[in-house]
């Protein structure tokens, strides 16, 4: 049976003020059309992890599988995808190519999670770089961080 997928699109964006500091993520979904925007945050992070919470926040909240049009500024978050770097980690032991843990796991398991769910196309797109959904997602991101920096 050919399971027909909806399409949709999902644009991530984190930020954080000090690596570790507080620290914010946004995200922006589309279905034909109809956006949901998502946000949230922690007091004490890191800029990696919000991204990565971004997408893993965009696609858990998905209620079925869906194909997912992934744009992320996060070079760290695609190339992991794009260049099998979660792969090659996965196979030494969640180390990486210099012998040391990989950072953030359990946000990565999390996603792994996900990709097996749905099926995902990966696409990184420079930040700050005019993109209209990145750049929501960034005001998303920066409005959380600001509210656990006691700014908002």
Not at 65 to 83: G, R
Not at 97 to 126: F, G
């Amino acid at each position: 049976m050919n399971q027909e997928f909806k399409q949709v699109e999902l644009y991530s964006d984190g930020a954080c003020s000090g690596n570790p500091g507080p620290g914010g993520w946004g995200a922006i979904l589309r279905f034909k059309g109809i956006e949901k925007e998502l946000s949230g945050g922690e007091k004490a992070t890191t800029n990696n992890r919000m991204e990565l919470m971004g997408v893993i926040a965009g696609l858990e909240s998905l209620k079925e599988p869906c194909q997912v049009n992934i744009f992320t500024d996060s070079q760290y978050i695609a190339n992991a995808f794009l260049k099998n770097w979660l792969e090659s980690w996965q196979k030494n032991g969640w180390k990486t190519a210099a012998k040391k843990p990989v950072k953030n796991k359990e946000l990565w398991e999390r996603l792994l999670v996900q990709a097996s769910r749905h099926n995902l196309a990966w696409n990184w797109i420079r930040g700050h770089a005019g993109h209209p959904e990145n750049e929501r997602c960034d005001k998303l991101a920066v409005f959380e961080r600001d509210k656990f920096a006691g700014k908002a």
